[in-house]
């Protein structure tokens, strides 16, 4: 009588270890979900320490003040400041009036109240004007994302200029 027992509760048990892996695999659920990134196109301004740096400057030099010369300047970005920008993108830039732009013209101006009205130009042959905040869009070549901002100045003194530092900031706003 006791192999018999013993058979009976082998296959009890074998049995038992089947359904417990049967219902073990019926009860792990299997869902599906994405994973996904989306990477957008953009520029970007670092470096300058924070705050409101300097992006460059246009400097017409230093000359006499009876010369009555026609003096030429290309905007020379701050080292320390930088715009990288997408591969390949689309910018509108708008250049403000400054401080002191007076009837759509742009002026430096010195602490006796002098002015000197300067004109901005989108290329180096001065041949495309920039007035006060007009769009010009320019679009990025595809190997490089550092942008040096198209911008070109000219600046015709009068003959007996008042001697002095004349100065202007402008605002530059980039849209993409």
Do not use: K
Request: proline content about 3%.
């Amino acid at each position: 009588m006791i192999p018999a027992v013993r058979l009976a509760l082998a296959l009890v048990i074998v049995i038992g270890a089947s359904c417990l892996a049967t219902l073990s695999l019926a009860q792990t659920p299997q869902q599906r979900f994405q994973v996904a990134a989306r990477v957008t196109e953009g520029c970007l301004v670092g470096g300058g320490g924070g705050g409101a740096a300097e992006f460059g400057r246009l400097d017409f030099g230093t000359v006499s003040a009876l010369s009555g010369a026609v003096l030429t300047s290309a905007l020379v970005q701050t080292a320390s400041l930088s715009l990288e920008c997408t591969p390949g993108l689309s910018l509108t830039m708008r250049v403000d009036g400054g401080l002191n732009a007076e009837g759509g013209t742009r002026h430096l101006a010195r602490s006796g109240g002098e002015r000197l009205a300067y004109t901005l130009f989108t290329d180096a042959g001065l041949a495309r004007s920039l007035s006060v905040d007009q769009p010009v869009s320019f679009a990025l070549g595809a190997a490089s994302s550092r942008v040096t901002l198209p911008l070109f100045a000219r600046l015709a003194l009068p003959e007996s200029a008042a001697a002095g530092t004349y100065t202007d900031r402008l605002t530059v706003t980039l849209e993409w």
